[in-house]
């Protein structure tokens, strides 16, 4: 009788250990994927940020003297540098 409870207790928590086993599997999948997926989004976002602030930059000058320099180096000029290209160039 005795014998009986204790396997009967054992398969239980073997059941109860597989199950948590196959629950943190799960978990650590998902945690896997939203990882990579937040990865996704952030480079996405950087792309999407650099492709908008490129053309903005580029075409920012007053009379054409900024304007396309950088574009086949690849290089953003900040926007000080350009109010600083156009300050020098008033006066």
């Known amino acids: 009788m005795q014998n009986q409870l204790m396997n009967k207790s054992i398969a239980e928590l073997k059941k109860k250990d ?9 978990l650590l999948k998902k945690i896997k994927e939203e990882k990579e997926l937040s990865q996704k989004l952030q480079q996405e976002q950087n792309h999407d940020i650099i492709s908008s602030s490129v053309p903005q930059l580029l075409s920012s000058g007053e009379h054409g003297e900024v304007e396309g320099q950088s ?4 290089a953003v000029i900040p926007p000080w540098m350009i109010n600083h290209l156009h300050e020098s160039n008033r006066g």
């Open 18 to 26: 597989k199950a948590l086993q196959d629950e943190n599997t799960l």
């Open 71 to 74: 574009q086949s180096a690849n």
